[in-house]
């Protein structure tokens, strides 16, 4: 079940976020969206996460990791 919250966001300053992600990118990605809600619960430490694993000192470029998250995500049929 998905939170209804999530796609249309909390607050004013969210939604005009929300509002202009969806329109350059035509709908908010699901990982803006469960990261910046309730962000000093989850978010910012996710991300924290999130950043020390893909942008770690490794073979790999960051545009490189973010094409496989790309695919992965294509794969899952998720959007990215």
Known sequence: MRLKILD?????????????????VGHVPGSVSATSYRRNFFGKHFGRCAHEALRAQGEWTVGELEMFAAFVSRLNKCLY
């Open 8 to 24: 249309r966001g909390s607050g004013l300053l969210q939604r005009a976020q929300y509002a202009i992600i969806r329109r350059f």
